[in-house]
């Protein structure tokens, strides 16, 4: 089991950046996969990006270019970063971790790109 807290969101405006972090209640040296995900008001949650234990990754087309995860074991941590930012990424993020065959979720962070 663990818990998961998301923070770093905000209102920044279009071809901003913003750096989302992603805690855990405990060790994630053995969670061997994390990611992001997205809900936009109305619409379903989408995948966005995803690491393993060994460091590699996976994107969604739409984020792929401008989207970089990463995670720092040591700090319990993953990180979103994201650069370019558009209004059509407005949403809510939530963190994810895949603990055997459960998903854990953070309660997630409001992201608004807008001028």
């Known amino acids: 089991q663990v818990q998961l807290v998301e923070s770093g969101g905000g209102l920044v405006q279009p071809g901003g950046s913003l750096r989302l972090s992603c805690a855990a209640s405990?060790?994630?040296?053995?969670?061997?996969?994390m990611g992001w995900y997205r809900q936009a008001p109305g619409k379903q949650r989408e995948f966005l990006a995803a690491?393993?234990?060994?460091?590699?990754?996976d994107y969604a087309d739409s984020v792929k270019g401008r989207f970089t995860i990463s995670r720092d074991n040591a700090k319990n941590t993953v990180y979103l970063q994201m650069n370019s930012l558009k209004p059509e990424d407005t949403a809510v993020y939530y963190c994810n971790a895949a603990v055997g065959i459960l998903p854990y979720w953070g309660q997630g962070t409001q992201v608004t790109v807008s001028s």
């Open positions: 405990r060790s994630i040296d053995s969670i061997n996969r």
């Open positions: 690491i393993g234990t060994g460091g590699i990754t």
